[in-house]
């Protein structure tokens, strides 16, 4: 009868186990869901300026037109993505693209004056700051996520109910190379 009670108590508590391994899963797959939902609404707040940024830089910048023409298609591309690590990509070379422009601006003394454009300026860089601390909270959390799907013993739960392992959010290739300042200033 007590090899009973130590049978019924195992499987309680390898069921209790189970079942917590299994809501940890879920806690920390919501996590990356939530985070990934803030980095995309601090996007869409940045494609929000950048056609007012366009805008206000077209008179400035005639002889950039080739660099708004390329943030334009950039924008509209991430925009209409929905595959994960394609939308990385274009917005990491959104973001090199709009360093590089800011690098530009500087040969325009008149242009740094102008009220509008500093503040459409001071808005873009907040929320590139805010993208950017997004991107870490977003990466800490595909980390402890992935780290809870491959270790033993949720690594069973996790296959058990087919948890995949997130995408973590990388620098392009391109956003890897450092600029070569004095080429920006040559287009």
Do not use: W
């Not at 609404?41 to 206000?56: C, G, H, K």
């Not at 873009?124 to 996520?145: F, G, K, P, T």
């Amino acid at each position: 009868m007590e090899v009973i009670y130590v049978v019924l108590a195992l499987v309680v508590l390898i069921l209790v186990l189970g079942i917590s391994t299994y809501n940890s899963l879920i806690s920390k797959r919501n996590d990356v869901r939530s985070i990934y939902s803030s980095v995309e609404v601090l996007l869409n707040q940045r494609y929000d300026l950048i056609p007012n940024l366009v805008a206000s830089l077209k008179e400035y910048l005639k002889h950039e037109s080739q660099t708004l023409e390329n943030i334009t298609k950039l924008r509209e591309n991430a925009l209409n993505i929905n595959d994960k690590a394609l939308k990385f990509n274009i917005n990491n070379e959104l973001s090199q693209a709009l360093k590089s422009l800011n690098v530009k601006v500087e040969n325009y003394p008149e242009l740094k004056a102008s009220e509008n454009f500093l503040n459409l300026q001071n808005a873009l860089r907040e929320c590139e700051e805010q993208i950017s601390a997004a991107r870490r909270a977003y990466n800490s959390s595909v980390n402890a996520y992935n780290s809870a799907c491959e270790s033993f013993p949720t690594i069973i739960i996790a296959n058990m109910f087919n948890f995949k392992k997130a995408e973590f959010y990388e620098a392009s290739e391109q956003a890897k190379i450092n600029p070569n300042v004095k080429d920006l200033f040559n287009d």
